[in-house]
């Protein structure tokens, strides 16, 4: 089969990631919190599921303000996850699997409780001082300028102790790093390659569009310096290896994520965009007020990054992850059509140009949390929001509601293996309420059920590694302006993969272009088999299906 001159060929482009969020996902000591060992138990799960790839969110030794993204010693373990032992476990467990680990990196910020942050802000005058951005009170005193922090309120904080303010874009116990040191840069270089050397295959780079910011001049994203300290780290670190890199670029666009993921860049192999999630936010209040869904954006988000793309760089694939609610609540729909709706979703995506990323429990189902009270939550960026949302005058009413729709906890309720106690999650208490579905919404049921939306999931991630053409092929929108069809090909050689998709709770009734026209092998459906697309067609609700033919017969 002959590719596309224009996709090199890598291991990571036909592999399927999977996202485990550590703390939710398996408990192994009862103590209420997933762990390593937890993890080391379920790979057996992922392979049957056919993962070659997970992504650990933060296991590094953290106070835990924000679930370890807040990291104290990159170098060490958190204890309630486990020791580095485990770790050596998991990764020599996973790859007798054929599973390579990836590692969450955390660069832009640490911990307040970081040695080199504990020293930095003992005295002006500590070398590890110019290691994080401190300024001067702005005249008159008060933050130095109006920046602010993701989680509410001034991304400043006066330190007492010197009379300074250094900078947080996230929680004040997050301070950001100076990466215009080059001390600080090559400190996290060597960090990188000690885990390197321990196996991993790869890193996914926490907001790494910050780490060129230019504080004075308000840049926080996309820095002048940006993609050199890139092209540094990727030369002092995995360069020369064969891993995968993604960075979490809430900035990007195609342009950027070119220069990103370039061929000829050196820089990362992708990066995650998300276009399609703050398309649905309001100008003001963000993702505590979202606005109704609209496919046909959706449609034009994904199909822009498609054709960007195409020649050159390589996009991921993804509905949800540890910040984002859940795909099936999100997109889909959980009353009516939890199992269509899930399967409709995994075939549009999966069946993209891209590498596909599982967040845990998507390939379940499972769907948003349930809360009904504060006390419910834990998520530090949803506690501060409720403060700050109720001061500014919102009701208790409409925050739980933003929060029941959008806040990250929808993402991060313990992973439902089974119908028994707290899902089979923990022995002991869960650090969060366990989603009252489990009895239905499980690993273990939807395991033994061949029509199981896990199933689907399953199938799609063979077909990827057996068919070059949902690697390579080329991408082609139709329908653009219909309000519930999703309707795409991909051609490679001779080949055309159709997939067509009802976004709706609806039966649709419509006249299909001669392109999308013709017969074909049934790759995947939702319902029954699909193997002709006449020039009229009736779609089930959320049906979805994908047929593969013969361009030239
Ligand atoms: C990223 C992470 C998020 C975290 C933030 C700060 O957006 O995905 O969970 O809170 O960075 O590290
Ligand atoms: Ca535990």
Known sequence: MELPSTSRNAWWHTATVYQVYPRSFADSNGDGVGDLPGITSKLEYLKALGIELIWLSPVYASPMDDNGYDISDYQAIAPEFGTLADFDDLVAQARSRGIGVVLDLVVNHTSDAHPWFVQSRASRRSAYRDYYIWRKPAEGGGPPNQLTSSFGGPAWTLDERTGEYYLHLFSRRQPDLNWANPNVRHEIYQMMNWWLERGIAGFRMDVIDYIGKQVDQNIVTDGPHLHDYLQEMNRATFGSRDVITVGETWSATPGSALLYSGRARQELSMVFQFEHVTQQWDEIYGKWRSQPFDLVKLKSILGKWQYALAEDGWNSLFWGNHDLPRAVSKYGDVKGYPVESAKMLATVLHLLKGTPFVYQGEEIGMTNAPFTKIEQYRDIETLNMHRLHLEAGLS??????????????????????????????????????????????????????????????????????????????????????????????????EQRLTVLANFSARTITLDLPNELQGSGRCLISNYDPVHKVDAAMEFRPYEAFAILAQSRS
């Not at 925050?399 to 309720?413: K, L, P, Q, S, V």
């Open 396 to 493: 208790p009413e409409d925050f739980i509601r933003g929060a029941n729709e959008n806040g990250r906890d929808n993402a991060r309720t313990p992973m439902q293996w089974s119908a028994g106690a707290n899902a089979g999650f923990t022995t002991g208490i869960p650090w969060i309420d366990v989603n009252e579905n489990y009895i239905a919404i499980n690993a273990e049921v939807a395991m033994s059920d061949e029509h199981s939306i896990w199933n689907h999931y399953r199938r799609l991630i063979l077909l990827r590694k057996s068919h070059p053409i949902i690697v390579y092929g080329r991408f082609q929108s139709y329908l653009d302006q219909h309000p519930d069809i999703f309707a795409y090909t991909r051609t490679l050689g």
